[in-house]
C-alpha cells in the first residue's frame, strides 16, 4: 500500500520568514495530493492540493511543488503569520480494494508549524 | 447543510461496552469515509461508502468495528466490546467525487472516544 513520509515533525519560524514541509509518497499510482491544516481540537481543513498532472500551484502566500520522478511534493508558505501556526498533514490518494478511481487518502504524520511573532 | 456533522463530539465509555458515532455528510456528496486520528499522528483510513455500498474496510479494523450507511445518506461506526486501544479520534469525511478528479475530502469536527 502507500507510504506517505512527511518532515519536519515541528518546524519554528519567525513571523514573515518562509516555511517548507516536505513529504515523500511510494506508490507511483498516486494522482492527487492535498494537505490539511489542523488546528488544536478542530477538523482538518484543505488548504491546498495539487493533481499529478500539474507541478506547481499557488493560492496567494501558500504554495505546492509536485515532482513525479521523484515521489515528492513540497508546502511552501511565504510571509508567515501567527494565524498559521498549526498542524499540517499531507496526503496522496491511491486507489483501493475495489479498483477503479483513487479514493483512498493516506496521511503523513503531521508537522507542527510555530510562527512566533 | 453547511458542513460535515458528527455526534456525538465526545464519548467516554467503560471497556467492554459498545458505542455508536453517527456521521451526516454534506447532502449532494455520495462519498463517505471513516478515518481514525491518534494523538500525534495523521489520520489513518478505515473505511469508504460510495453511496449505500461499502467498497472497503480497512485491515486495521478488527471484526468489532462495523460501519453503515443506509439508504446513502448518513453513516454509523459501531465498537462493539470496547477496549482501551480504541481511544482516538474518529474523524468521517465526505467528498462529491473521486479524489483523482480533485474532489477534496471535508472533515467533521470528530468524535473523541476515551475508554477507561
Known amino acids: 500500500g502507500e507510504n506517505v513520509e512527511q518532515h519536519p515533525s515541528t518546524l519554528s519560524v519567525q513571523e514573515g520568514d518562509s516555511a517548507v514541509i516536505k513529504c515523500t509518497y511510494s506508490d507511483s499510482a498516486s494522482n492527487y495530493f492535498p494537505w490539511y491544516k489542523q488546528e488544536l481540537g478542530k477538523r482538518p481543513q484543505l488548504i491546498i492540493d495539487?493533481?499529478?498532472?500539474?507541478g506547481e500551484k499557488k493560492d496567494q502566500r501558500i504554495a505546492v511543488t509536485l515532482n513525479k520522478t521523484a515521489k515528492h511534493f513540497s508546502l511552501h508558505i511565504t510571509e508567515t503569520q501567527p494565524e498559521d501556526s498549526a498542524v499540517y498533514f499531507c496526503a496522496a490518494s491511491s486507489p483501493g480494494w475495489s479498483g477503479g478511481s483513487n479514493y483512498k487518502l493516506t496521511f503523513g504524520k503531521g508537522t507542527l508549524l510555530t510562527v512566533n511573532p | 447543510d453547511t458542513g460535515v456533522s458528527q455526534n456525538p463530539r465526545h464519548k467516554i465509555t467503560k471497556r467492554g461496552q459498545n458505542v455508536t458515532f453517527r456521521c451526516d455528510p454534506i447532502s449532494e456528496h455520495n462519498r463517505l469515509y471513516w478515518y481514525r486520528q491518534t494523538l500525534g499522528q495523521g489520520p489513518e483510513f478505515l473505511t469508504y461508502f460510495q453511496n449505500e455500498a461499502q467498497l472497503e474496510k480497512s485491515r486495521l479494523l478488527s471484526d468489532r468495528f462495523s460501519a453503515e450507511r443506509p439508504k446513502g445518506s448518513f453513516s454509523t461506526l459501531e465498537i462493539q466490546r470496547t477496549e482501551q486501544g480504541d481511544s482516538a479520534m474518529y474523524l468521517c469525511?465526505?467528498?462529491?467525487?473521486?479524489?483523482?478528479?480533485?474532489?477534496?475530502?471535508?472533515f467533521g469536527s470528530g468524535t473523541r472516544l476515551t475508554v477507561v
Open positions: 495539487i493533481r499529478s498532472n500539474v
Open positions: 469525511a465526505s467528498s462529491l467525487g473521486a479524489v483523482q478528479l480533485g474532489y477534496g475530502y471535508t
